[in-house]
T-cell receptor
Framework: DSGVTQTPKHLITATGQRVTLRCSPR?????VYWYQQSLDQGLQFLIQ???????AKGNILERFSAQQFPDLHSELNLSSLELGDSALYFC??????????????FGPGTRLTVL | GQNIDQPTEMTATEGAIVQINCTYQ??????LFWYQQHAGEAPTFLSY????GLEEKGRFSSFLSRSKGYSYLLLKELQMKDSASYLC??????????FGKGTRLHILP
């Protein structure tokens, strides 16, 4: 158990809908990362937050948005869902200290199925 | 861009040593990750190299050559539980992370 929690574990929805994925980082970790993993694209970095502020952006679609709240939990919002958005979505957190800043702890993932 | 290239699959024998290579584009490069991912599970962080050289962590070591745009992950005394995918990923100076497709490692008894 990494200490990172993600809810829900599974999500099934229809095209055109909107969903919210939630992540709670390990206690004390200030950084949260979101990743998407699909069979054809592999693991893709979406976005990173550090202490509530956006830190880095990867291949995140405009239909997707994220935020990190004052209690450090994060949400990934996916809207106007398409079949191709079906994937595993992972959240990871990392410690704030510079010596271990890059060590990432992954949550169990949310499996999204768009029908 | 920072295309990441690593072999798709490798096979090794229990107890042996295997080296998984990774090449990346050096423009804007800041550091290199290695992750392990068992089928159906979340990735596990293995290492992050910023400086040239070899970093050892138990049976696993990771090497980086910034000038050559090259890294490798070395796994010693292979165990059956090391059968997994190994993902190489680069981080650039804007903190953007780019992943390779992963190397599926099969361990034979």
């Amino acid at each position: 158990d990494s200490g990172v929690t993600q809810t829900p574990k599974h999500l099934i929805t229809a095209t055109g809908q909107r969903v919210t994925l939630r992540c709670s980082p390990r206690s004390g970790d200030l950084s949260v990362y979101w990743y998407q993993q699909s069979l054809d694209q592999g693991l893709q970095f979406l976005i990173q937050y550090y202490n509530g502020e956006e830190r880095a952006k990867g291949n995140i679609l405009e239909r997707f948005s994220a935020q990190q709240f004052p209690d450090l939990h994060s949400e990934l919002n996916l809207s106007s869902l398409e079949l191709g958005d079906s994937a595993l979505y992972f959240c990871a957190s990392s410690p704030s200290h510079f010596t271990s800043y890059n060590e990432q702890f992954f949550g169990p993932g949310t499996r999204l199925t768009v029908l | 861009g920072q295309n990441i290239d690593q072999p798709t699959e490798m096979t090794a024998t229990e107890g042996a040593i295997v080296q998984i290579n990774c090449t990346y584009q050096t423009s804007g490069f800041n550091g290199l990750f290695w992750y392990q991912q068992h089928a159906g599970e979340a990735p596990t962080f293995l290492s992050y190299n910023v400086l040239d050289g070899l970093e050892e962590k138990g049976r696993f070591s990771s090497f980086l050559s910034r000038s050559k745009g090259y890294s490798y992950l070395l796994l010693k005394e292979l165990q059956m539980k090391d059968s997994a995918s190994y993902l190489c990923a680069s981080r650039n100076r804007d903190d953007k992370i780019i992943f390779g497709k992963g190397t599926r490692l099969h361990i034979l008894p």
